[in-house]
């Protein structure tokens, strides 16, 4: 099967920054769209950022201009670089991938277990 695990996760300072990994493994045929979710207290779960297999991306307004979404395909690892951080972003962050296996044909949504990230005031 796939996995996905995270990590990168911490406590800083507002106004610090934090690198996220997020690393495929398993029998992977094909990763297509990659992100990154985040979920504060009392808050549902929420879209931070994506990445598609050729590089295009899309973030959340709250995080625009402060966070960015790379990959590296060769290593089937997503990063999350994130400046600036503020209280608000305190949240459990998910890794979730589109993986196509290499036993199947079809395209399954994975989720990692997440990674806690603490921004002090």
């Known amino acids: 099967q796939v996995q996905l695990v995270e990590s990168g996760g911490g406590l800083v300072q507002t106004g610090g920054s934090l690198r996220l990994s997020c690393a495929a493994s398993?029998?992977?045929?094909?990763?297509?769209?990659m992100g990154w979710y985040r979920q504060a207290p009392g808050k549902q779960r929420e879209l931070v950022a994506t990445?598609?297999?050729?590089?295009?991306?899309n973030y959340a307004d709250s995080v625009k201009g402060r966070f960015t979404i790379s990959r590296d395909n060769a290593k089937n690892t997503v990063y999350l670089q994130m400046n600036s951080l503020k209280p608000e972003d305190t949240a459990d962050y998910y890794c979730?991938?589109?993986?196509?296996?290499?036993?199947?044909?079809?395209?399954?949504?994975?989720w990692g277990k997440g990674t806690l990230v603490t921004v002090s005031s």
């Open positions: 979730n991938a589109g993986v196509r296996s290499s036993y199947s044909s079809y395209v399954i949504s994975y």
């Open positions: 398993g029998s992977i045929f094909s990763i297509n769209v």
């Open positions: 990445i598609t297999g050729g590089g295009f991306t």
